[in-house]
Each structure stands twice: as structure tokens, then as C-alpha cells.
């Protein structure tokens, strides 16, 4: 009986579901970069390198998810490098490392677009351990904000966002119930 209400379950919950929802988590990449720890200092460490990584422009200038995905793979590695620069001037006993793939995501609002929770395409840039608070955005279409960048509008975010319905809100009531 439990088996037979949880597959009812789940077949009202696919019916519920937003037709277009796959169509975000396919559309999107996000950056995540994670501090070496909780102390202030490694914070501090972490959103210097997140504006000197967004200031270098490596992940700037794709105009479809396929030259995203392709652009982001290859500059993965200048982020990293300039990273590291950074680190090592800044006089810290830590290196960074980077991970592309797929990452889980809570619900997160960036610049008025709420995203949902789930999972989606990521470049994640481990400072040191790791083990502090972490920072994220999203770099296709290029909504990531910091002290070292310009605010970015135009027609890269239109590839997701349809501009003319003022509307950006994604929120999936169902994802945001199982994902938290």
C-alpha cells in the first residue's frame, strides 16, 4: 500500500511540475567558490579572488549554453592560475583547485532572478580545505556581481530570461519542499 501512494505520489508531482523547469537547469551554469574556512580572514581571501577572477573577463562573451559550457571548460584553468596568483602574493598557505560538472543548488535570487533548487552545470573553485562559507553565481547567462565587476545586462541573459515578460521569478513550490 505504501509503495502503490508513493508511486501516486510521484506521478501527481511530475504532473505539478512547471513544464519548462528542465529547461532552466539546462540553461544555466553556475560558479561556486568556497573558502578555506570560516575565519575572516579566509573570507576575506575568498571575495578577493572572486573579484579578481571576474576581473580577468575569462568567462564573459558566450552566446548559447553549448559555447558556455565549451568556453567555461577551457578558462577554467586561467581562473585557477589566477587564483593562484593571487594566493601566492597575498602571502596565503593555500592553493586553489577547480571541479566542472554537475552541483546541487538551493534556491537563490540573483539581481531579481530566483533560480530553484536542483541541480545544475557548475564550475566550483575550492580555496585551500574548503571547509568555509562559499560564494555563488551564475556565469551563463552572466548575472555574477562583485566589488570588480560591472553590472552586466543585454542580451546574453535574454538566452534564458525572456525580457519582454518582467516576471524572472522561478520558484518550484515541490523542488523547494524536497531540497530543503
Known amino acids: 500500500m505504501c509503495l502503490i501512494l ?3 505520489f510521484i506521478a501527481v508531482s511530475d504532473l505539478l511540475l512547471p513544464a519548462g523547469e528542465a529547461a532552466v537547469y539546462e540553461s544555466v551554469i553556475r560558479l561556486h ?3 578555506n574556512s570560516d575565519a575572516e580572514d579566509d573570507q576575506s581571501v575568498k571575495l578577493a579572488v572572486r573579484d579578481e577572477i571576474l576581473k580577468t573577463g ?8 553549448a559555447e558556455a559550457e565549451e568556453d567555461i571548460k577551457a578558462a577554467a584553468e586561467k581562473a585557477v592560475d589566477t587564483a593562484n596568483a593571487y594566493l601566492k602574493t597575498a602571502g596565503v598557505p593555500y592553493t586553489a583547485s577547480c ?4 552541483e546541487s543548488y538551493p534556491t537563490r535570487e540573483y539581481e531579481g532572478v530566483r533560480l530553484p533548487a536542483g541541480e545544475y552545470l557548475s564550475l566550483r573553485i575550492v580555496l585551500g ?4 562559507k562559499n560564494w555563488w553565481c551564475v556565469l551563463f547567462p552572466p548575472l555574477c556581481t562583485g566589488a570588480a565587476t560591472k553590472k552586466l545586462t543585454g542580451d546574453r541573459s535574454d538566452a534564458v530570461f525572456d525580457r519582454q515578460n518582467k516576471r524572472y521569478t522561478f520558484r518550484f513550490k515541490i523542488l ?4 530543503s
Open 58 to 65: 575569462v568567462f564573459e562573451g558566450a552566446s548559447s549554453m
Open 33 to 35: 567558490i568556497l573558502a
Open 6 to 8: 508513493c508511486l501516486v
Open 129 to 132: 580545505k574548503g571547509e568555509g
Open 176 to 179: 523547494e519542499w524536497l531540497f
Open 99 to 102: 571541479v566542472f560538472g554537475r
